[in-house]
């Protein structure tokens, strides 16, 4: 079935460091993809999202490319902050379904 | 104010019993859900709830039954406890319109601990 597939965790880092988190999808069509971020102790937020291949999603300093071509949609920032300290979570939505299906989370460490 | 409300925050019971855990959203959406997320972080949607009708139900077992009052409310209650239900579990909901069933709006988690 449709899936979405993200590079396992932990991932730790320093501040200013560049981010890379990469996200592959399996689609029959053409499905919308997002970013969600949680950051302790909350629920999860949408960050950003992609509607269509080549769109960028961009938002907080954080940029994902919906690349039909590798079936990816690889989240990157070039400065991280401790404050980018999360679990970041791939996901997908086909435009005929309600719902919307999650990867597994990738948690991220920034340190000072 | 909290968009997205649920409670109680943690929860620690004994296998066997009964428990509820109730959401609440105030951002007038149609849609709401309850995802379970398990130790590893992997989340993965339960139920779906639209204008009080379910329009999602994942392979869960009919321990868990949802309810939704209305449309701002859906509640979670899960009979006879196990030790695998052991998870945190989120409400969350969507608004109609433009963006129907992808800007998901979370709550804080419920962290659900059997014994």
Redesign the interface.
């Known amino acids: 079935g449709d899936s979405v597939t993200q590079m396992e965790g932990p991932v730790t880092l320093s501040e200013e460091a560049f981010l890379t988190i990469n996200c592959t999808y399996t689609a029959t069509g053409y499905p919308?993809l997002?970013w969600?971020v949680q950051y302790p102790?909350?629920?999860?937020?949408?960050l950003l999202?992609a509607t269509k291949a080549d769109d960028k999603g961009s938002n907080k300093g954080f940029e994902a490319t919906y690349r039909k071509e590798t079936t990816s949609f690889h989240l990157e920032k070039g400065s991280v902050q401790v404050s980018d300290s999360a679990?970041y979570?791939c996901a997908r939505?086909n435009s005929n379904?309600?719902?919307?299906?999650?990867g597994?989370?990738t948690?991220v460490t920034v340190r000072a | 104010d909290t968009a997205v409300s649920q409670t109680p925050k943690y929860l620690v019971t004994q296998m066997g019993n009964d428990k509820s855990i109730k959401c609440e959203q105030n951002l007038g959406h149609d849609t709401m859900y309850w995802y379970k997320q398990d130790s590893k972080k992997f989340l993965k949607i339960m139920f779906s709830y639209n204008n009080k009708e379910l329009i999602i139900n994942e392979t869960v077992p009919n321990r868990f039954s949802p309810k939704s009052p209305d449309k701002a409310h859906l509640n979670l209650h899960i009979n006879s406890l196990e030790l695998g239900d052991s998870a945190v579990y989120f409400c969350a909901s969507s608004p109609s319109g433009a963006e129907p069933f992808e800007k998901l709006f979370f709550g804080s988690g419920t962290q659900l601990s059997v014994l």
């Open positions: 919308s997002f969600y102790g909350e629920g999860l937020q949408l999202k679990v979570f939505r379904d309600y719902k919307l299906s999650f597994a989370g948690t």
